[in-house]
């Protein structure tokens, strides 16, 4: 894949120097980004390497020295140590890493979502406008589950989107959305949201023997309602069947805010003997996906293998221990897009996707202004890898 896109690539200029700024909560995988920007522009021939156009187009280090520093108060502000002027820039941030703290006052005080997203309000000021273009990969996108509104409440997500344009940025790119339809708020500037379906196949096949990847023996099931689209496309890539849950809810109160749910209601064929892949943008408690998963169980379902872009383990890892333990569920599926616990990392049940690559990807390509939609639409890729599983060639 990397020659295909080399060869695209060289068609065309960049935009401008390429800049990278990982926000704190993002360093590790802005340094992974970054080394395989730097590896393949090394490696890269091209005859108009001499020319203006391509100044500082190969680099040890593509990352800028940006810092967000604190006073005692827990008030900040965004410094960026180098010139930004006319560079193309790729800020990166996980708003769902709470592991990071700073001082309020004498207490310690864990960063909130608000926290990082009101820094990279802090680094897009310190910009000051000087960049050529900026781009925002916010993989979690902030406040997206409050993206509608349905009584009198606060539309969050749609109020981020704009503010962010209106300081300036003029690309976000995200990571399944928990709603695609919130771009409907920024209608003039570029949207994407990202589905890692390519990275979920590519880890379950490497580490998972005796898959049949037929209608016979797997299935593909959605948690909710909400997330039926995600579960039919991997289905319809893959060539199985689909079932999805709903959530039977008790409409006569209110538990912090929500009706409780009192069923998860199955709909779809017989899963007796088959293995199950249930997909969602996210485990937050993991409450759903486990009671789901128990009801597929008691289904008769063989092995259920939960794929989920972001792994926020709300309330911790006993109850994934748990049930592996139990035999409910035999793997589950994150990405190194949110904060991995070293815990979770070292679970034997829990199997890490990296999109550091696929993010590398993405930047190359629009630092040239060149196509992505190859790269939004993984389905060869997923052919690919299933034939060369079938095939035995995986390792």
């Not at 590790?28 to 203006?52: C, F, I, M, N, P």
């Not at 002027?85 to 004498?106: F, I």
């Not at 680094?123 to 009198?152: D, F, H």
């Not at 289905?235 to 929500?258: C, E, I, P, Q, S």
Request: proline residues 3%; negative net charge; contains cysteine.
């Amino acid at each position: 894949m990397a020659k295909r896109e080399e060869k695209r690539n060289l068609e065309t200029i960049p935009v401008g120097s390429l800049g990278i700024i990982p926000l704190e909560g993002c360093k590790s995988l802005g340094e992974k980004v970054d080394y395989y920007l730097v590896k393949w522009r090394a490696e890269r021939e091209s005859e108009h390497k001499g020319s203006l156009a391509f100044t500082g187009y190969q680099r040890d280090s593509y990352i800028l020295d940006a810092k967000v520093p604190r006073f005692g108060s827990g008030e900040a502000k965004g410094v960026i140590n180098q010139s930004v002027r006319g560079d193309d820039l790729y800020l990166l941030v996980d708003v769902a890493n709470y592991s990071l703290t700073y001082s309020l006052c004498g207490h310690e005080n864990h960063m909130s979502p608000d926290d990082h997203y009101q820094d990279l309000k802090r680094i897009i000021a310190a910009i000051g406008g000087k960049a050529r273009r900026i781009t925002v990969i916010m993989p979690y996108l902030y406040e997206s589950r409050q993206s509608k509104r349905s009584s009198r409440e606060s539309l969050d997500c749609s109020i981020a989107l704009q503010e962010m344009v209106k300081m300036g940025v003029d690309n976000i790119i995200s990571f399944d959305a928990h709603d695609a339809r919130v771009q409907n708020a920024i209608p003039l500037h570029g949207f994407e949201t990202v589905q890692p379906a390519y990275q979920f196949i590519k880890g379950l096949l490497n580490n998972v023997k005796g898959l049949n990847i037929d209608n016979d023996h797997m299935m593909v099931i959605s948690p909710d309602e909400g997330g039926t689209s995600r579960a039919i496309y991997i289905a319809n890539v893959l060539g199985l069947d689909m079932g999805m849950f709903y959530k039977r809810r008790d409409y006569t109160r209110l538990v912090n805010g929500h009706n409780p749910v009192v069923a998860h209601e199955f709909l779809g064929s017989s899963i007796e003997g088959k293995d199950v892949i249930i997909i969602d943008d996210m485990i937050s408690s993991g409450k759903t996906i486990l009671e789901v998963a128990a009801a597929l169980k008691a289904r008769k379902a063989k092995r259920i293998f939960a794929f989920a872009t972001f792994g926020l383990f709300t309330s911790g890892l006993d109850r994934f221990d748990k049930a592996y333990e139990d035999g409910i569920i035999d793997r589950v599926l994150t990405t190194n897009l949110v904060y991995q616990t070293p815990e979770l990392l070292e679970r034997e049940w829990y199997i890490d996707c990296d999109l550091s690559k696929y993010i590398a990807y993405i930047i190359d390509t629009l630092n040239h202004d060149s196509s992505i939609s190859d790269l939004l639409n993984p389905v060869e890729r997923i052919q690919s890898i299933i034939a060369r599983y079938n095939a035995g060639e995986l390792e």
